[in-house]
């Protein structure tokens, strides 16, 4: 279940991500599947040679890419996800979700 989300930060995202741009969303999130993972960050990008050429930078496999239709993206949560936003300069989302 995702909450916490400004519909105008959604809208953005799948701009930037439809337009060829990573892109990253990050808001909160539960799924009993994932205890103690209160936050997820989507990292998209519509073109899958560009997104998978970026997830190389972070160990992340192709194979966990999320195979939407039209918002392709990886789903990271944890200290995975904590360490991908410090590292891509994402205060903000730092910032507002106390990563």
């Not at 991500?17 to 990050?26: D, H, K, P, Q, Y």
């Not at 997830?55 to 990271?76: A, R, S, T």
């Not at 360490?83 to 910032?95: A, C, D, F, G, V």
Request: some cysteine.
């Amino acid at each position: 279940m995702a909450f916490g989300l400004a519909r105008k930060d959604l809208i953005e995202w799948k701009s930037e991500v439809s337009s060829g741009r990573i892109a990253f969303l990050t808001h909160y999130w539960m799924d009993e599947r994932f205890p103690g993972c209160y936050t997820v960050t989507k990292v998209g990008c519509s073109d899958l040679d560009k997104l998978i050429a970026w997830g190389k930078l972070y160990n992340l496999q192709p194979n966990w890419i999320h195979m939407d239709e039209k918002y392709p993206h990886f789903d990271l949560f944890g200290e995975k996800q904590k360490s991908i936003l410090t590292s891509e300069k994402q205060w903000s989302h730092l910032r507002k979700f106390n990563l």
